[in-house]
């Protein structure tokens, strides 16, 4: 569950946008962000259980008067999914405040380099296979005010954001996971081997691993003694994510299946499995 007050606000604000009436409020603060790198630059690859952390570093720029304390006001980066950022599908931000560090001022401006993370817990922020794909990335600034003195008989809690778009995507896979196993073993030189597998990923509705059919798996080998794999064939996996080919049996070594990925499916190596040749 998410951590940070603020952080929370901002994911309701962002699915009640839709429906927001305009009002009156603060005067837009002049915020630039700039230079995000979501994730050292890599897919955020996610299974079923495990929570990944998605680190993002950003540069900031803000008015020099402008006091964001983390406590009523904060900046930060979230992702979202969507056609737009007025009506997004999905979002997920972070759970806690980013850790900023000064870097130059003007007489005007603040500029910070700043780092956060994003849990990515897929029981909490992923829901179907439309979630895996290109994610956009924005900025916010999120700030309350609140009056907990009921003294009068009166309290208050005011809330209000802004967002930017335009900093960017980032790529949201499943998972995969993949199996080898050669047979017989061990077997004669020149007989026939059998290599088994099974392609799967994440299936995010049924937080269970399910078949990935029709796709093109490599099979590889690497001889006893030797530092790296060659490749043998390519595989494409059948109903269930089921692979199966024969090869003739030439020298003790390894067997494994190789996934290249998708652009919805993370890669995946099988351990090998060795082979005795008699």
Not at 133 to 155: E, L, M, Q
Not at 158 to 167: A, N, S
Not at 225 to 251: M, Q
Request: glycine fraction near 8%; aromatic fraction near 8%.
């Amino acid at each position: 569950m998410r951590k940070f007050a603020i952080g929370a606000a901002v994911s309701g604000a962002l699915a009640l946008s839709a429906l927001a009436v305009p009002s009156a409020s603060a005067a837009t603060p002049d915020l630039t962000f700039s230079h995000v790198v979501v994730n050292n630059g890599k897919a955020i690859v996610v299974g079923t259980t495990s929570t990944v952390k998605v680190p993002v570093t950003y540069t900031l720029t803000h008015p020099v008067d402008l006091v964001i304390d983390g406590r009523t006001s904060v900046a930060g980066i979230t992702l979202y999914r969507g056609s737009s950022l007025s009506k997004p599908r999905n979002e997920m931000g972070p759970d806690d405040a980013p850790s900023c560090t000064t870097t130059s001022t003007t007489a005007t401006t603040v500029t910070q380099s700043c780092a956060e993370v994003i849990a990515v817990a897929p029981q909490d922020y992923l829901y179907d296979a439309a979630d895996a794909g290109t994610w956009k990335v924005a900025g916010f600034y999120g700030r309350s005010t609140a009056d907990n003195d009921d003294s009068d008989d009166h309290i208050s809690f005011t809330y209000g954001y802004d967002m930017w778009g335009g900093l960017g995507t980032t790529q949201v896979k499943r998972a995969a996971k993949l199996t080898t196993n050669a047979t017989p073993e061990p077997v004669k030189k020149g007989k026939t081997l059998t290599v088994k597998g099974a392609l799967t990923r994440a299936d995010w509705e049924t937080t269970k691993y399910s078949g990935y059919a029709g796709r093109p798996v490599t099979l590889q080998f690497k001889a006893k003694g030797a530092t790296a794999y060659k490749t043998v064939r390519t595989v494409t996996s059948s109903t269930a994510g089921a692979l199966t080919t024969t090869v003739k049996a030439s020298a003790d070594g390894t067997y494994r299946y190789l996934f290249a990925g998708t652009t919805t499916t993370g890669t995946a190596t099988a351990t090998g499995d060795y082979v005795d040749v008699k």
